[in-house]
């Protein structure tokens, strides 16, 4: 358990002389780091329920199969699909963007 503490303590003075030397740049990672993490939950409660909806149109492991989930499925799934389609290629562009302006060099 102190071991952890020890880890977690180093984490956050990393964390700090990262944040200290560039602010901008410990922003925009802190704000990346969010927005995937709300991804992530996203992607997740997304595969459940297209997997339930799979499961109750297409198999009769629970109950037969029936047209009104297939319906539904592909009613949620095409517009899913789109939308994780943009932000995928949403967030590659931001750290596209990101990695661009880090390179730059200020000129003096």
């Known amino acids: 358990m102190f071991i952890f503490k020890i880890f ?3 984490k956050q003075l990393r964390a700090i002389k990262s944040g200290v030397a ?3 740049g410990f ?3 802190q704000a990346l780091g969010m927005i995937k993490g709300y991804v992530i939950v ?3 409660l997304t595969l459940v329920v297209l997997g339930l909806l799979f499961v109750f149109g297409w198999t009769d492991l629970i109950t037969q199969s029936t047209l009104f989930a297939r ?3 592909w009613i949620i799934f095409i517009p ?3 939308f994780w389609i943009i932000i995928i290629t949403t967030l590659r562009a931001i750290k596209r963007m ?3 302006l ?3 060099q200020p000129q003096e």
């Open 71 to 73: 319906i539904l499925f």
């Open 8 to 10: 977690r303590l180093r």
């Open 102 to 104: 880090k390179n730059i």
């Open 22 to 24: 560039d602010p901008s």
């Open 42 to 44: 996203l992607a997740f």
């Open 80 to 82: 899913l699909s789109l």
């Open 27 to 29: 922003v925009v990672d």
């Open 98 to 100: 990101i990695q661009n």
